[in-house]
């Protein structure tokens, strides 16, 4: 009966353990992405869609993350200069500063964006952003944006 209640001990502390990771879990990541499959790279699908096609990309992301939603301060949805929906991230100072040294150091490299574990976007870092502030486009939907904002913005209040 010892070893019963031991082993129910034991697997309600494990769950624990595993519910916690995943309540842990980094909802939004920014990594870079690899030119070649390595052993620090997964490989992460990107749907792009289109009024016409669907096309998907498999891409090498590496798995060492550089921001997560703790350098954030906010997602809201927006539209681009073509009235598309995009998601508007704003990050807190520490982000700010993170985000920065990101993009000066990785010029000319793609920035993946993951959300929730599915690769969103990955474009080329073309200058250095300094000023906190950060737009992810696609081509998203209205609900789409939305809800991909709202997941954003649940993981920065945890």
């Known amino acids: ?16 353990a595993v ?3 995943i309540e842990s879990a980094p909802v939004f990541q920014m990594r870079l992405v690899a030119e070649t499959p390595s052993a620090t790279a997964e490989p992460m699908v990107v749907v792009l869609k289109s009024s016409d096609r669907t096309i998907t990309n498999t891409l ?11 350098a954030l301060k906010s997602a809201s949805v927006g539209k681009d200069s073509f009235g598309h929906p995009v998601i508007d991230i704003a990050f807190n100072e520490k982000g700010k500063e993170q985000f920065a ?5 990785n010029l000319h490299k793609r920035l993946a964006i993951v959300i929730d574990g599915h690769l ?5 870092i073309q200058s250095s ?3 906190g502030k950060a737009q992810i486009s696609g081509s998203f939907s209205k609900e789409e944006a939305t809800d991909l904002a709202n997941k954003i913005n649940a993981s920065v209040k945890k």
Do not use: R, Y
């Open 1 to 16: 009966m010892k070893t019963i209640i031991a082993l129910i001990a034991s697997c309600l502390v494990a769950a624990t």
């Open 19 to 21: 519910a916690a990771d």
């Open 60 to 70: 090498n992301v590496e798995k060492a993350v550089l921001i997560d939603q703790k």
């Open 101 to 105: 040294v990101v993009t000066q150091q």
């Open 120 to 124: 969103i976007s990955a474009p080329v």
């Open 129 to 131: 952003i300094t000023g």
